[in-house]
Structures are given as C-alpha cells and as structure tokens.
C-alpha cells in the first residue's frame, strides 16, 4: 500500500492525515473482512490483521499509537509517559512522526491540527463520546497547550444520515445538552426512530468550541460496502484505520 490511497481533505502545512479503506493495495484478510481489515479485536486471523497493520506501519514514520477504545471522552496527551495501550477515545501530540491512530467501522474519526503544525489531535466519536463531550474536550488540551492556535478539523467517513437510524433515547441525550442539536435528527420510517446527522453534529460542536475551519468527507461507510467496513451494515466485519502526524 501507499499513503497516496489514503482518503483524505485539503492539505494541511507540516500535517498527514487519512482513512484506510477495505480494498487498500496488499491486503490479506478474508471475508467478511476483506482486505484491509485493520482491527485485531473483531474476529479475523490475528496474523492477517498483523500483516496489514505492519504494510501500514512500513509506510510511515513510525508505529501507529493504538488505543483502546472505549466510546468515552478521554483524550491521552502522547507526549506524556502513559502505559500502553492506554484506554482512550483520542490522543494528541506535537511530536513529528509521531502517528496517531482511531480504528472505526461507521463512528466518526475526526483530526484535528493547529494551521502551523505545531500540534494535532485525533479522535474516535461514536454518538456516545460525540454526545458526551470528546470532541470539545480534545479542542480545550490543544487549545490548552497552543491559545494562539488557529485550528483546522476534518470529519473523515462514517455513518451518513441517510441510514443511520437511532431510538428516541439517542435524540433526547443530545437534546438536553443543546436544543439547537435536535435540528440534526429527522423523523424516522418507524414510530419513536430517528435518523442522526453524526457528522454535522460533530461540525457543530467542533465550530462551538472554536475550531475555525472543518471539512467533511462525505463518504458514508454504510452505503460505500466495497470500500469501508461497517459495523451496523455487516457484522463481523473489519475496521479502517484514521492515521495523522506531524511530517519531519
């Protein structure tokens, strides 16, 4: 594989970043997580998923920070002493080559960096750690660590709209901590059902907490089946891989 395949936004100064897709050069897993099943924890051949991570691995910089994830709301500072893997939802550093890594499979991965490249962040945002602050909380460190930052996010692919369909628990949890969120949840086919706007939620609350310019991707995991893995579509299935760094 090459990074060239990645899917990605606008370049950033001093910044990499992208999504790994299923049909990535080299892949070896079998299906249902064909081919470049990234997750050591869904269920493929550990030494299938193990050989993709190390194709991906060799084209970069250095090894990807793998979390645990747990669809919370913390985020590791990676420049810190921290105990691997840590159980993290996101991560950031300002350290060059250093390559943060969110896996998903329909939740939201969103980079985040300063327009300098001094620091980036990285995050994993299901609706759980979506709604329950990951990602105001990742602006706040960087912020924390740059106040004169001018930040920059991308909203990589996901679950579009279209199909992500949520029970009126999902829609109330976000209500109740913005009513002006409830204009991102359209009435569903079924009675009490709703269908999410993920990632227009995230665009929102990443302009909320001062992120200046946020780009979405656009491409949905569910309906692009020979491109991404989606949990929700097919499971088991695999997981892609967001990667971001600071470029020597």
Request: glycine residues 8%.
């Amino acid at each position: 594989m090459c990074l060239e395949e990645l899917v990605t936004g606008k370049a950033w100064k001093n910044v990499r970043y992208g999504t790994t897709t299923r049909d990535m050069t080299g892949g070896v897993s079998e299906a249902p997580y064909d081919k470049f099943n990234l997750g050591l924890h869904c269920g493929d051949k550990a030494e299938h998923a193990q050989a993709n991570r190390d194709a991906l691995t060799a084209v970069l910089p250095s090894r990807p920070l793998w979390l645990n994830q747990v669809h919370g709301t913390e985020v590791l500072n990676a420049d810190k002493f921290f105990q691997y893997p840590a159980t993290a939802d996101a991560a950031i550093t300002t350290q060059k080559g250093r390559v943060l890594a969110i896996m998903t499979a329909d939740c939201l991965p969103v980079v985040v960096a300063d327009s300098e490249g001094r620091i980036i962040g990285a995050a994993h945002a299901g609706w759980r750690g979506l709604q329950a602050g990951i990602l105001e909380k990742l602006v706040r460190q960087m912020q924390a660590q740059f106040p004169d930052s001018v930040l920059q996010a991308w909203i990589g692919p996901a679950i579009s709209p279209a199909v992500f369909e949520v029970g009126a628990e999902v829609y109330e949890a976000f209500a109740a901590t913005d009513s002006a969120l409830a204009v991102f949840f359209k009435t569903g086919e079924r009675v009490g059902k709703y269908f999410a706007d993920l990632p227009s939620i995230a665009h929102y609350k990443l302009k909320q907490s001062g992120v200046q310019q946020v780009e979405l991707s656009y491409e949905c995991t569910y309906l692009q089946e020979n491109k991404y893995f989606s949990y929700r579509r097919a499971n088991p299935t695999g997981r892609m891989v967001t990667i971001a760094y600071i470029e020597d």
